[in-house]
């Protein structure tokens, strides 16, 4: 385990040593966040387009540590593509269907790489094959991808938030990765921690630059890309719940804003203050706390993930069913009080 600590210090004063530069060239370039409605909880404009550096950290000590093959180079020339895209939309804001349209071209050039979710076995007998998804693994790993993207996007409403969370979501998986024995997927998630960590002292409030689209729809992809191939590629239905609870913040808070847009009549992709982090700042917490707090309960999915993957058993697989039905019950509640109260 010790072997992973070269790469992910590298990725961490690698993105820590460029982003005095990065803050320059975006000044200097006009990638600015200006506050234009209440939702935004900066006063004044921010440079944005940071998560700029933990791509090029992350791809190129994916090339220095990782052996070249087919699938490394089409995963990263999809998530050049989401990154690109990003970038772009951090300065001229391009529509919401524009940004999908790009994501669901990189989730081809993944698949097209070899990267898909193929069959889902037996919880009660990991050799059975219980579903083959033949050539429904294709839109599936396209649903997926994108579905994880757009989380980390979603989050990244607070300095220091979606960068802090991504980390401890990378760690949680590289855990469960490193005992799977899928040693190349583990680097993968050092790699994306340490960049973040590097980023974080920069991002942390109060920001001196925000990672924008550039990064949260990178950092989203890559962890999608962690999921599908450290957990989902012919994996037991069991481990469908493990990704999902390690992102549990942003994957619950994703599901909550698109259910409370629904209830409300507001377009699926429509901003609003109703995030989590926008509930804890109106309940009197500040920034800090309020990312912190998010922290915690990141980390405590992320801990809960880890038990649940020792046990391959019906037990564990009742628990982590139970534990999401939970949460979506207690968001779906709140989502029904919160549209009465208005």
């Known amino acids: 385990m010790y072997n992973y600590l070269v790469p992910f210090f590298a990725a961490f004063i690698l993105t820590f040593l460029q982003m005095p530069f990065v803050i320059k060239i975006a000044k200097k370039n006009g990638f600015l966040d200006v506050p234009k ?7 004044k404009p921010i440079p944005v387009g940071g998560g700029i550096a933990m791509v090029i950290s992350v791809t190129i000590l994916m090339l220095v540590f990782l052996p070249i093959n087919k699938t490394l180079i089409f995963t990263i020339i999809s998530s050049l593509v989401i990154a690109f895209s990003g970038l772009y939309d951090d300065k001229y804001d ?4 524009l940004k999908f349209g790009y994501q669901i071209i990189a989730a081809i050039i993944l698949v097209a790489g070899g990267m898909k979710i193929e069959f889902l076995t037996n919880p009660f007998d990991y050799e059975d094959a219980l579903l083959i998804l033949n050539m429904l693994s294709i839109p599936v790993t396209i649903f997926w991808v994108c579905g994880i993207t757009n989380t980390i996007n979603l989050i990244d409403g607070l300095d220091g938030l979606a960068s802090g969370v991504s980390m401890i979501c990378a760690i949680s998986m590289f855990f469960i990765t490193y005992q799977m024995g899928r040693f190349d997927v583990s680097l993968v998630c050092v790699l994306v921690a340490g960049a973040c960590l590097g980023f974080l002292p920069y991002n942390f409030n109060p920001a001196k630059i925000f990672m924008g689209d550039t990064g949260a729809l990178y950092l989203g992809f890559m962890l999608s890309y962690i999921s599908i191939s450290g957990f989902l590629k012919q994996a037991a239905i069991l481990m469908i719940f493990v990704p999902v609870l390690i992102l549990g913040v942003p994957v619950f ?12 009549g507001k377009s699926m992709v429509q901003a609003d203050k109703g995030h989590l982090h926008h509930r804890l700042l109106k309940m009197g917490l500040n920034q800090r706390q309020t990312v912190v707090i998010l922290y915690s309960i990141s980390a405590i999915f992320g801990i809960l993930a880890n038990v649940i993957s020792k046990f391959h058993s019906s037990i564990a697989l009742i628990i982590s069913i139970a534990v999401i039905l939970i949460i979506l019950l207690t968001g779906i509640a709140a989502g029904m009080l919160k549209n009465k109260e208005e």
């Open 94 to 97: 391009i529509s919401p269907k």
């Open 37 to 43: 409605d209440t939702r935004r909880v900066h006063k």
């Open 253 to 264: 808070d994703t599901a909550f804003a698109m259910l409370r847009r629904k209830l409300s």
